[in-house]
């Protein structure tokens, strides 16, 4: 493990609130697959996968994707039961990553930069360890890989409702008896340490998605089975047995870069040290006073850390950028 390095600042394009990028349904093996794009806007970009966290979409990347689209290719999905995908037979973290490792197949744009959030990340580290030649690096931010005193995590809470049968109708009664704008300031408030770093314009953009999302039946289900799937994952790391999340970490080959912060809120603030040191070829950032998305409350210095990662791991465009 080493520490990260930031590219520099110029680099990036000046600051700029994009709106979401165009989305469009994927008809994949019988289910619809909802993916962004964030189209190059250089030659020679390379492909990128964004892979978002449990209760979130693809917007989650918006910001991130698109400082970075003069060098990365971005897409960014929708995983099964979330954002605009429909919902999956199974919400389990080899479930994610089967689905992902069909997409880049079906899509032919891999060996790609795959970069996962919280859950995303535990699906991105499973999907490194067992296709490496599907990853180019891997970026995790704020991983949820496996940690087990969930009172350093607010969905600690979640875990009696996890014994509840049929746990998804009480889920899902809640979710309705919650009003869309103080459900969005919940997750607001679960996921990001400062609040003023977020704009007015992703403010609205979770209330919107959130009422998108409490108009389909799916969710709940989605939602409390996924949270089931990751918690199984995390017992069955401290099992033997190849299905550790941690003994797939140690596996890993791809140029890693691990992103946490100090105010995260979800995972616990070990867990990103802990990544870089378990990763062979990891490098660490921790960010003072940032929380669980750090791609979205600062998106810049995420940005410079990729910028980082590709210039150190032998990207041409940015070695030649980052020379001058």
């Not at 400082?67 to 999956?88: C, I, M, T, Y």
């Not at 490496?132 to 891997?138: E, S, Y």
Request: aromatic share 6%; charged share 20%; hydrophobic share 45%.
């Amino acid at each position: 493990m080493k520490r990260a390095i930031l590219g520099p600042d110029h680099l990036l394009p000046a600051h700029a609130v994009p709106p979401p990028w165009p989305g469009r349904e994927i008809h994949l093996d019988g289910s619809v697959l909802h993916v962004r794009d964030t189209p190059a806007t250089a030659p020679g970009a390379e492909p990128a996968l964004y892979v978002h966290g449990l209760g979130g979409s693809a917007q989650n990347w918006t910001d991130l994707a698109g400082l970075l689209a003069d060098r990365l290719d971005g897409q960014a999905v929708d995983l099964p039961g979330f954002g605009r995908s429909e919902p999956g037979p199974r919400y389990t973290v080899p479930a994610f990553a089967d689905r992902l490792v069909r997409w880049i197949e079906y899509s032919g744009r891999g060996p790609v930069h795959l970069f996962g959030n919280s859950l995303g990340g535990a699906v991105s580290v499973r999907i490194a360890a067992l296709r490496p030649d599907l990853v180019r690096t891997l970026t995790l931010v704020s991983p949820a890989l496996p940690f087990l005193d969930f009172r350093r995590s607010l969905q600690g809470r979640m875990l009696p409702v996890l014994a509840v049968p049929r746990a998804e109708r009480l889920v899902g009664w809640q979710l309705a008896r919650l009003a869309p704008e103080a459900m969005a300031r919940q997750v607001m408030e679960s996921c990001v340490a400062d609040l003023t770093r977020i704009s007015e314009q992703r403010r609205q953009e979770t209330l919107e998605e959130i009422r998108e999302r409490n108009s389909a039946a799916h969710y709940a289900a989605a939602y409390v089975r996924s949270f089931r799937g990751l918690v199984s994952s995390f017992l069955r790391s401290y099992l033997p047995g190849s299905e550790s999340l941690w003994r797939m970490a140690a596996s890993v080959t791809a140029p890693t870069l691990v992103i946490g912060g100090s105010h995260d809120r979800l995972v616990d603030v070990r867990v990103a040290p802990q990544a870089a040191r378990t990763i062979p070829d990891s490098r660490l950032l921790m960010l003072k006073g940032v929380g669980h998305v750090a791609q979205m409350e600062v998106p810049r210095t995420v940005a410079r850390a990729v910028l980082g990662l590709l210039a150190e791991t032998g990207h041409d465009t940015v070695e030649r950028d980052m020379a001058s």
